[in-house]
């Protein structure tokens, strides 16, 4: 989640299940981090962590003018796109960003903006995912069982789960 304060928190997944322990940062090194380290899983959840740690590296360097903050962001996105290269969320979500920081007029206009596009991604997703569990629902026979063999619920995504949705 994305704090008041400019901090991300998210749960590390590999103490799970014998502690429920908390990473909270501002820096965005340490979500580049949670991600190659696996403290984060789940396609839709790594985009989100990828959003969120753009924008904190947007926050990170902020004074200056708008083409040092670009190359800062680009150095920043490479070094997160290297957690996980075969993630397609992540480098979706970078893109995303990138894109939209390039747009922003300033360097505070863009660090504004993507702390507000990180904080939209999460949200998208989790109604993404609300859909996927209405639809996917819909589709179901009356007392049918279900299993699912991977993490679909709301450690992998924003919040609420993609198949595990359908359970929902």
């Excluded at 947007?58 to 670009?70: C, P, S, T, V, Y």
């Excluded at 490479?78 to 920081?101: F, G, K």
């Amino acid at each position: 989640e994305w704090l008041p304060d400019g901090r991300v928190r998210l749960i590390d997944q590999t103490r799970l299940p014998r502690e429920e322990v908390y990473v909270e940062t501002s820096d965005y090194r340490d979500l580049a981090r949670a991600i190659r380290e696996m403290q984060v899983r789940g396609a839709p959840l790594i985009g989100i962590t990828a959003a969120y740690a753009l924008a904190l590296a947007a926050r990170q360097a902020a004074a200056g003018e708008k083409a040092a903050l670009m190359a800062r962001l680009r150095e920043a996105a490479a070094e997160l796109r290297a957690t996980r290269p075969t993630a397609s969320n992540l480098a979706w979500a970078l893109e995303r960003m990138l894109r939209l920081a390039e747009e922003a007029g300033d360097s505070g206009s863009a660090v504004a903006a993507l702390e507000a596009e990180a904080v939209r991604i999460h949200q998208e997703d989790i109604a993404a995912c609300r859909r996927i569990g209405a639809n996917g629902a819909a589709l179901l026979p009356a007392g049918v069982s279900l299993l699912t063999h991977c993490n679909t619920g709301s450690l992998a995504t924003g919040g609420y789960g993609t198949a595990l949705g359908v359970v929902r």
